[in-house]
């Protein structure tokens, strides 16, 4: 991990999320503010992109039951309209089944967590760490 590749993941949460140890960073901080939940589920989706269909409806069922139903241990925050469509969607599941959710998940992540994550003291020390480090 260098310094340059910490400091990219300032210029946009894409670029944070495309790192490994960007998205352990986030997780770490999420967890710190209790809401480990969004990248997870962000994570999960991404995972369920790739996933072979004759596996999507165990899956499906599996994101749905620990993100998306009502009182699910790791239930995120969406709107009623989006939990319901993706409700609807994953008992007929897709690749694009979790897509309204995921977007809607990033876009809080981006506008709240993400900019709060940039101020931190965590990031801001391993960010000096580093810088520290390349110089020596």
């Known amino acids: 991990l260098s310094a340059e590749e910490v400091m990219q993941w300032s210029q946009s949460l894409e670029k944070l999320l495309a790192s490994q140890s960007g998205q352990g960073a986030f997780r770490e901080f999420l967890k710190s503010e209790f809401s480990e939940e969004n990248i997870e589920f962000w994570l999960a989706c991404e995972d369920y992109k790739k996933t072979k ?6 899956k499906a069922e ?13 239930q995120i925050n ?10 609807k969607k994953a008992q007929d ?28 003291e965590a990031y801001r020390n391993l960010l000096n760490k580093l810088q520290v480090n390349s110089v020596k």
């Not at 269909?53 to 165990?58: G, R």
């Not at 599941?93 to 931190?120: H, N």
Request: zero cysteines.
């Open 53 to 58: 269909s004759d596996h999507l409806q165990d």
């Open 62 to 74: 599996k994101i749905y039951e620990e993100f998306v139903q009502i009182d699910a241990a790791k």
């Open 78 to 87: 969406i709107d009623y309209h989006t939990r319901k469509a993706t409700a």
């Open 93 to 120: 599941p897709t690749f694009t089944s979790f897509d309204e959710a995921q977007k809607t998940v990033y876009v809080l992540m981006e506008r709240d967590s993400y900019p709060r994550f940039l101020k931190s």
